[in-house]
T-cell receptor
Framework: AQSVTQLGSHVSVSEGALVLLRCNYS??????LFWYVQYPNQGLQLLLK??????LVKGINGFEAEFKKSETSFHLTKPSAHMSDAAEYFC????????????FGKGTKLSVKP | EAGVAQSPRYKIIEKRQSVAFWCNPI?????LYWYQQILGQGPKLLIQ????????DSQLPKDRFSAERLKGVDSTLKIQPAKLEDSAVYLC???????????FGNGTRLTVT
């Protein structure tokens, strides 16, 4: 069975600092992995995804993530945080190769200090 | 393109009452999902439709929850009777196929008192 663990329910960084949000997964089959962002009172928006191919995936708003099979990780990074990045971020793994049937982590709330 | 529309945005009911949520997916999207997001947790899939047929409802509490997607477009999710633990945001999402990414609506926040 698949599962996702996000380390740290709350991460705080200064504007301009590196953003690192951690995600580890468990999957018995080659995983599809996703990062979604949720702004207050809104639905989720896809940041980036890994299905096959290149293990370093670039997404919207300057975010990227690297699939590391040996570490079962898919950490999200951004070199320089912006105030507008403050939101909740969810890592997810797919079930059965579907991009819609997903198992989500509990989320990490990112705060950005001026 | 217009996004996924959901209504109402907020609903407050007492336990044991019934409630219904409505979702209109992006035009042409054959696949529709309902997710439940309890405060402090990630979304959990309740049911997946492909056109008007159910693909996966293994996590839907069928004793109180029901969902339908008539004509393969709009969908409704119903809870009857509601329990306190049903308080959550109910998110609808659609995609053009099971191997395509999700587009989420803004959700319906349900409070059961």
């Amino acid at each position: 069975a698949q599962s996702v663990t996000q380390l740290g329910s709350h991460v705080s960084v200064s504007e301009g600092a590196l953003v690192l949000l951690r995600c580890n997964y468990s999957s018995s089959v080659p995983p599809y992995l996703f990062w979604y962002v949720q702004y207050p009172n809104q639905g989720l928006q896809l940041l980036l995804k890994y299905t096959t191919g290149a293990t370093l995936v670039k997404g919207i708003n300057g975010f990227e993530a690297e699939f590391k099979k040996s570490e079962t990780s898919f950490h999200l990074t951004k070199p320089s945080a912006h105030m507008s990045d403050a939101a909740e971020y969810f890592c997810a793994v797919s079930v059965g190769g579907s991009q819609g049937n997903l198992i989500f982590g509990k989320g990490t709330k990112l705060s950005v200090k001026p | 393109e217009a996004g996924v529309a959901q209504s109402p945005r907020y609903k407050i009911i007492e336990k044991r009452q019934s409630v219904a949520f409505w979702c209109n997916p992006i035009s042409g999207h054959a696949t529709l999902y309902w997710y439940q997001q309890i405060l402090g947790q990630g979304p959990k899939l309740l049911i997946q439709f492909q056109n008007n047929g159910v693909v996966d409802d293994s996590q839907l509490p069928k004793d109180r929850f029901s969902a339908e997607r008539l004509k393969g477009v709009d969908s409704t999710l119903k809870i009857q009777p509601a329990k306190l633990e049903d308080s959550a945001v109910y998110l609808c999402a659609s995609s053009s196929g099971t191997n395509s990414p999700l587009h989420f609506g803004n959700g319906t926040r349900l409070t059961v008192t």
